[in-house]
């Protein structure tokens, strides 16, 4: 393959302007030109039908060569200034025109990283005086914003790899992008956490800042149903939320959306045990002793909307005009709780929740539901498990 920095090192090896070669000529226009002609010629190897093994080789190549030409420069100072902008700009465009082949494990040098550190500390100002404009709280930015300023201005001599360098690259476009958003302010604070979950912002600082935010957005809702469905809401907007896979802060396989996720749903199993689970104590166990009849721990508002949804769908069949008698038979041979008795209803009283629903109410049917769902699918795996471990015990047989 073609190794197309050869006339660039000659260049920034070369003697002082003024001298040999190049004594006619801006040096540093030159070593431009030939930077952008570089460029051209990695997008055509690009675009050739080469084997996807030869082309990560290829730019590996060259972005081992780019490291090492730039840590002779710096120790020999051969007269161009700027030489570490000139080598930036080719790292950061192979960064972006290849980022799933380059090698990202690999260190970046200090003397490259120029450029990076000028545009965040430039961008960073302006992005502290928007989430204060927008009213971000202030735990949420300090976050986001810390994890920045620690490498710009703590960690000047300590290198990062290129999944780092990546990752504050795409940090840096997006807030930059999200700045010039003039949506609302909570839209404007859930787009942000958008972004930073986007491009896996998974600092134990940006981790907690968005759980303490998630939670007082549940207090704003005095209502347990409101806040289970905000939850689940939230639950599933982060399982599916587009990420970039490749990208971190932390490299520990950890997915920020996916991590939030996971504690959102053990959230709400805290919730729901809260508001769904009911004390053995406060039961009266003789009063299911001394009937024959069907104990339900559902109210009879609750009951009421299940039997108008199984009847809607078709799970109960009745014939027309045939709800009085089926709401007859409930009332003789089912049982509601009610403050943790079993309770008889009158067939007119189950009539009228059989049309009347309240929010609250709907709510809570919803969760009963999930809860069946989910124990449906527990059910599955355990029987999936059990035909698992007799294929194994009938391989193991024979």
């Not at 009085?324 to 089912?334: D, I, T």
């Amino acid at each position: 393959m073609q190794y197309e920095l050869a006339n660039l090192e000659k260049l920034l090896t070369s003697p002082e302007p003024g001298q040999g070669d190049f004594e006619s000529f801006n040096l540093e226009q030159i070593v431009l030109l030939e930077v952008k002609n570089i460029k051209i010629a990695w997008r055509k190897t690009a675009c050739t039908s080469l084997q996807p093994s030869v082309l990560q080789n290829y730019v590996r190549q060259h972005q081992l060569a780019l490291i090492t030409i730039g840590s002779h420069l710096y120790k020999e100072n051969y007269g161009i200034t700027n030489w570490q902008v000139f080598l930036e700009d080719l790292f950061l465009f192979i960064l972006e025109a290849f980022p799933d082949i380059m090698d990202k494990h690999l260190l970046v040098p200090n003397f490259c990283l120029a450029i990076t550190r000028n545009n965040l500390k430039k961008q960073l100002a302006d992005v502290e005086s928007h989430f204060k404009l927008r009213n971000v709280p202030e735990y949420l930015a300090e976050a986001i914003i810390d994890g920045i300023d620690d490498w710009i201005y703590e960690d000047k001599e300590q290198h990062i790899t290129y999944y780092r360098l990546s990752f504050y690259e795409w940090l840096r476009i997006s807030l930059k992008s999200i700045s010039t958003n003039n949506s609302s302010t909570k839209k404007f604070t859930t787009n942000l956490v958008n972004t930073i979950c986007y491009v896996n912002y998974n600092s134990e600082k940006v981790f907690n800042s968005i759980k303490e935010y998630i939670l007082s957005q549940i207090k704003e809702n005095e209502d347990p149903a409101l806040q289970l469905k905000y939850l689940w809401n939230c639950h599933l907007h982060f399982k599916h939320l587009p990420v970039r896979h490749e990208l971190f802060f932390r490299p520990d396989d950890r997915i920020l959306a996916r991590s939030l996720s996971d504690w959102i749903r053990r959230l709400i199993s805290s919730k729901e045990k809260e508001l769904y689970s009911i004390s053995d104590e406060s039961i009266l166990e003789t009063s299911v002793e001394s009937t024959t009849k069907l104990m339900t721990s559902l109210s009879i508002e609750e009951l009421a909307l299940l039997l108008r949804g199984f009847i809607e769908i078709g799970v109960i069949r009745i014939k027309k005009n045939g709800l009085s008698s089926l709401v007859r038979f409930m009332s003789q041979n089912v049982r509601t709780l009610t403050k943790g008795v079993y309770d008889e209803f009158k067939p007119e009283t189950l009539y009228k929740y059989y049309y009347s629903i309240s929010l609250t109410n709907l709510k809570s049917v919803q969760n009963i539901l999930r809860r069946i769902l989910r124990k449906i699918d527990d059910i599955e795996n355990i029987m999936k498990n059990e035909k698992l471990n007799a294929d194994t015990n009938r391989s193991a047989k024979q």
